[in-house]
Every structure is written in structure tokens, then in C-alpha cells.
């Protein structure tokens, strides 16, 4: 049975990484790339030493993902690991988001990952790592992030359930909750304004998030908090109450 690993969002910042990273820690006979962008994906692929599938799909439109549904039932694969990393983000007032950037967050951010992971679930064998990415964003809400905030607050929610369900499977699950990446598309494709939270301290390498998170996901942690800020914040979300974190964040947004 074919070995493969499937990645989404895999045509840049952190599915890129964990594509070159987990052909070097696990045994596989392909990794299949899924993300919209084709000319990246195969950029992507090109770089790897592993053979790699290309899937150009939009997954939160229900005929791509019933196109994966179908490939899979085909090829019938064992799924050693499962990486949903696509997401998008949105930094402005709820008022300022438009109805299609809310939609669209919601739509990738939640409705495409559960999709893609109950898809996937029937090829999952034991052993098999899945990877959830979601943000320190959702340990609270978040002004001017607050829709992108809430998408990850449900990821974090179904990723505990799925952890504890697959946990008799033997199938590891693990979310992973970093602070902001210096090193991909997301700031700069997220900013409303310039000046919109700028003042990053410690911001992290998705290197270090990736290594962090593989090294977690094999001996099945919930929660990957790859950095200090990422660790603090997971742990100060339980102990302080919401207005007194949107007040400091706020405040470091205006920085």
C-alpha cells in the first residue's frame, strides 16, 4: 500500500516547510501538495527529493474536494500524515471586513480543514500524524483579528475532539498554535493598514514552528505552542479575562 503524506496550503509559507521537513523524518512514497496556486505547487515539488503530487484545488469549493474524495477512493493509500495548513486572515474592524473576506475565512479557515480531515479520516492507520495549524489567535478573542481569531478558536476546539477520538486508533493529532511567522505571505496578505500590528517581538522562523510541531505531533501532544510568547499566551488565556487581553492586545496593535 502506497505510503503518502498530504499537505494543504502547500504552495507556500508553512505547508512549504513541513514538505521539506517531513521528507526527511518519515518513510513515504509520495507527498500530495494541495493548494490553488499550480505554478508553486510545482516549484514546490521540484525541490523535493520525495515524489510529489501537485493537486491545484480550491478546497473549500465542494467539487475539488469531492475530486479528492474520489483519488483517494481510487488509489486507496495509507495516510502516515495529514497536514492542514491552508488558512487565510484578515486584519481590519469587523465593521471594515467585507462580506467575502469573512465568508472566505470561515469557509478555509473551518469548514475546508473538517472536510479535508473527514475525507482523509478512513485512510488514517495507526501511528498516522495529523497536524491541525491554528494560532495563539485562538486562545482569545482578538480585536481587528476577530473573525480570524474565532475561525482558529473552532479549530483548537475540534482538534482536542479529534485527538481524543482517534486516540484508540492510535492515530496522533496535534494542534499547532504559533504567534506570528516572520517568514511567510500571511502579515502582508493580512494588514489592513501598515501600521496594524507591526510591533511583533520574538515574532517566530516557520522552521523553528515546523520542528516544534513534528516533534510534538510523535509523541501525540494536543497543543504545539512552538516559542515563548506561544507558550505564555496559551497558559495567561486561562488565568486573566478576555477584556483585559483585548485591551493589552489593542494596545500592541497601536504600537
Not at 521539506?20 to 505547487?41: F, G, K, M, T, Y
Not at 510529489?52 to 469549493?61: E, Q, R
Not at 496594524?196 to 504545539?224: C, G
Request: proline share 4%; hydrophobic share 45%; aromatic share 6%.
Amino acid at each position: 500500500m502506497k505510503r503518502i503524506a498530504v499537505i494543504t496550503g502547500a504552495s507556500s509559507g508553512l505547508g512549504r516547510e513541513y514538505a521539506h521537513a517531513i521528507q526527511n523524518c518519515l518513510s513515504l512514497d509520495e507527498i500530495w501538495l494541495i493548494a490553488r496556486r499550480l505554478p508553486q505547487l510545482e516549484e514546490t515539488a521540484s525541490d523535493l527529493s520525495v515524489s510529489a503530487v501537485p493537486l491545484s484545488m480550491d478546497i473549500t469549493k465542494a467539487e475539488d474536494l469531492d475530486r479528492l474524495k474520489v483519488k483517494l477512493e481510487q488509489e486507496e493509500p495509507d495516510i502516515v500524515c495529514l497536514i492542514n495548513a491552508a488558512g487565510m486572515g484578515k486584519i481590519g474592524s469587523i465593521a471594515a471586513l467585507s462580506r467575502e473576506d469573512t465568508v472566505r475565512m470561515i469557509d478555509l479557515n473551518c469548514r475546508a480543514l473538517a472536510e479535508v480531515t473527514n475525507i482523509s479520516l478512513p485512510y488514517l492507520g495507526k501511528g498516522a500524524w495529523v497536524l491541525q495549524i491554528a494560532s495563539i489567535a485562538g486562545f482569545q478573542p482578538m480585536p481587528y483579528l476577530s473573525v480570524y481569531a474565532a475561525t482558529k478558536a473552532f479549530v483548537q476546539s475540534y482538534t482536542k475532539a479529534l485527538h481524543y477520538e482517534l486516540k484508540e486508533r492510535g492515530v496522533h493529532v496535534t494542534c499547532v498554535c504559533p504567534y506570528w511567522i516572520k517568514d511567510t505571505e500571511f502579515i502582508g496578505l493580512a494588514a489592513e493598514k501598515l501600521n496594524d500590528y507591526r510591533f511583533m517581538p520574538l515574532a517566530l522562523k516557520r522552521i523553528d514552528v515546523v520542528r516544534k510541531s513534528l516533534s510534538d505531533v510523535r509523541v501525540n501532544r494536543l497543543l504545539s505552542t512552538p516559542g515563548l510568547i506561544s507558550s505564555s499566551e496559551r497558559y495567561l488565556s486561562r488565568l486573566l479575562p478576555d477584556n483585559l487581553i483585548m485591551t493589552v492586545l489593542d494596545h500592541f496593535r497601536k504600537i
